[in-house]
């Protein structure tokens, strides 16, 4: 793995003519639960175009685009 980087790393030089530094993280990653929500600007789009409103989004979390798509869905025909 560490060679590939090297090999990267070189080549993104000669690419760019930045120096580059390979370093560890000291700290384990850790993998959380994403902030954003799939496809967050599709399904905007999907609830400004239903509910037919423009829509303060930036304050929004995943559960309340979840509760907002429920409603917005239940109120529309399937076709």
Do not use: C
């Amino acid at each position: 793995m560490y060679h590939f980087l090297e090999e990267v790393s070189e080549i993104y030089q000669k690419i760019t003519n930045i120096p580059v530094k390979i370093r560890r993280i000291k700290e384990r990653w850790k993998w959380d639960e994403p902030d954003r929500v799939p496809y967050q600007r599709t399904v905007q789009e999907v609830l400004v175009k239903l509910k037919g409103e423009n829509i303060n989004l930036q304050i929004w979390n995943k559960d309340k685009y979840i509760e907002e798509l429920k409603k917005a869905v239940d109120t529309k025909d399937a076709i």
